[in-house]
């Protein structure tokens, strides 16, 4: 006997017309209510519907919200640090002590390093001969990587002690190379070739020295002589005449201010095993203005002068030896000229 099974429906319950027109009814209602809640606006003004597709939009808008007050707050707090550190950051004063010259007054700052001050040091007029020294506070010696502001007991009113080291042969070339420098500063023969940089300038000639109030103009009555500092054409653009004359104009002024004639490594370097163990780094060889041909040993000590000549090796100390730490002081007690004339050129630099 075969069962047809296949052949019967599903069973479905039973329902009369009356439910199934019921169950239509409360679907539409639903809609509508559905509708109405997504047309009506929220709060901040976004509609429901937004809300709905977001996933609790309106609870991330007022998050986000908040999250801005916060942020404005924490700004607030750090403008507000900010402004203590400017003020914890004012500049203060501290008196230097260098060898051979009276104590002066700095001006500094809580973010500067000590090497800054150092540069400051061999800048200025009476303190631009020496590199190899160090700056102490009450005895101790500064790193000259770190900040003021990290120095304990460095104030308003600190004195900052100058104090000579020992040269290395490193220290000693750079003293070397520092003085040649400062000799050259008004020799514009650098510029003409175009050492380091340089490069030749036309305002000084073409204004005839008329720069703020120690110009050289005349005065007519109450008002100062005009004068035409128009340069010549031919070093203008596009100019196609080029008269036999210097492109540089000579300045009548510039008198030449020789304080050394020679200044150069000896032939006798380096020094032998022997002469190292007593402290000898380098020899140089020098001419001064008086014509004078000295020979100097460049010691961890300083510099002093010694009894070798052209010919003949003494690496001994002259008699007297002018023993300094500094070259400039050497040649000042050496040559009255270059005093004299090493004094004016710092004036003029």
Known sequence: MVSK??????????????????EQNGNQDSRETTKATLKDPCACEH????????????????????????????????????????????????KIQAPGTEPFDLQVSPQEMVQEIHQVLMDREDTCHRTCFSLQLDGNVLDNFAELKSIEGLQEGSQLKVVEEPYTVREARIHVRHIRDLLKSLDPSDAYNGV????????????DGDLGDSGKRKKKGNELEQIDCTPPEHILPGSKDRPLVPLQPPNKDLKPMQCLKVLTM???????????????????YMVTAEERHVSVTASTRGFYL????????????????????????????????????????????
């Open 306 to 349: 010694n009894q070798s000549t052209t010919y003949t090796f003494n690496p001994k100390p002259a008699n007297p030896s002018f023993l300094s730490h500094s070259l400039v002081e050497l040649l000042s007690q050496l040559s009255p000229a270059f005093k004299k004339n090493f004094t004016a050129l710092q004036k003029k630099r």
């Open 47 to 94: 509609s429901t519907d937004t809300a709905v597709m977001n996933g609790g939009g309106a609870h991330e808008h007022t998050v986000e919200v908040e999250s801005k007050q916060d942020g404005d707050t924490d700004g607030g707090e750090d403008s507000n640090e900010q402004e203590v550190i400017v003020i914890q950051d004012t500049g203060f004063t501290v």
């Open 266 to 284: 000896s032939g006798w370097n380096p020094p032998p095993g022997n002469r190292k163990m007593h402290g000898d780094l380098m020899y140089l």
């Open 196 to 207: 380091d940089c340089n490069s030749l300038s036309f305002l000084s000639i073409f204004t």
């Open 5 to 22: 099974t296949d052949d019967i429906p599903a069973t479905v319950p039973a329902r009369s017309p009356g439910d199934i027109a019921n």
